[in-house]
């Protein structure tokens, strides 16, 4: 993949996350408690899971470390998210 076309599917992955957080937009959602001062809600769960879902579909190989959950990738791998 060309850097223009990893630029172009990190910025529809960008868009994917502001389509679900518009949905998501107004609803109650479960707020969970992770540390003193540290909250997450299952929305904030949600746009992550399916950002995962969609790196690892394209980039299979590659790690994506997050602030809400940190999982790595089954294989090594220089390649991050």
């Not at 850097?3 to 992955?13: G, I, S």
């Not at 107004?26 to 399916?50: C, F, M, N, Y």
């Amino acid at each position: 993949m060309s850097p223009r076309e990893a630029r172009a599917h990190a910025c529809a992955l960008a868009q994917e996350a502001v389509q679900l957080l518009r949905e998501g937009a107004g609803q109650a959602h479960a707020v969970h408690h992770k540390a003193p001062g540290d909250w997450t809600s299952e929305l904030d769960l949600r746009i992550e899971d399916h950002l995962r879902q969609r790196i690892a579909k394209t980039f299979p190989n590659h790690v994506v470390s997050a602030k809400k959950v940190m999982r790595m990738a089954p294989t090594r791998t220089l390649c991050g998210w």
